[in-house]
């Protein structure tokens, strides 16, 4: 097989190449599917799918390698996935009770909810295209994101942020504080830090 190399600039890049690759049956080297979010946050931004069924990652300047948005649009092109919509718990419910129709058409269900599938920003003809069982169209639930923060010594609020040399330090600014599933953020928790959703 033909070696892939993907660079990614996001966490959100990574976990999305590799949900591809364990859709396609890949795991990494030493047989784990789970998205390995240390190595990105340890600096890590290549991804490589190598042999028969090996991910391997690295930091080194590896060529030739695709862009995310080009590994991603080839992927789209040999209809390997379909396009994946992460909307909030409470649009997905309500994606989901419009589809199911109870007591009238999925034409009368979507006619009935049509100001609040316009106010979705994803856009009209995706959301129609999923309420009708296009395959091509899946939505999924956006998993929560969290941080960490804690009161200083001038009784102020700070939160935690990983430095350019990959360690924790502080930042006053919430929108600058590392985030990331509530099982990553566990993995740096200490009693000093407290956990947050973000969104509060």
Do not use: C
């Not at 290549?46 to 992927?75: C, H, T």
């Not at 700070?158 to 599933?181: C, S």
């Amino acid at each position: 097989m033909t070696e892939i190399v993907v660079h990614v600039t996001t966490l959100e890049q990574w976990k999305s190449v590799l949900d591809v690759w364990f859709k396609q049956g890949y795991e990494w080297q030493y047989g784990a599917d789970s998205y390995h979010e240390e190595y990105f946050v340890e600096g890590q931004r290549y991804l490589r799918l190598y042999g028969e069924s090996d991910i391997l990652q690295g930091n080194i300047n590896l060529s030739p390698y695709d862009q995310y948005e080009e590994f991603i649009a080839q992927q789209k092109e040999d209809n390997k996935m379909a396009t994946v919509y992460e909307v909030s718990q409470s649009v997905f419910d309500a994606l989901q009770r419009i589809k199911a129709h109870e007591g009238t058409s999925l034409i009368g269900s979507i006619v009935l909810n049509g100001k609040f599938i316009k106010s979705i920003e994803i856009g009209n003809k995706a959301i129609l295209r999923y309420l009708a069982d296009d395959p091509a169209i899946e939505f999924k639930v956006k998993e929560p994101l969290y941080r960490l923060w804690r009161i200083d010594d001038w009784n102020d609020r700070t939160y935690m942020r990983i430095n350019g040399f990959g360690t924790p330090d502080w930042t006053p600014h919430k929108d600058e504080a590392f985030t990331a599933t509530r099982e990553e953020i566990k993995k740096w928790q200490t009693p000093a830090w407290e956990i947050e959703k973000v969104g509060e």
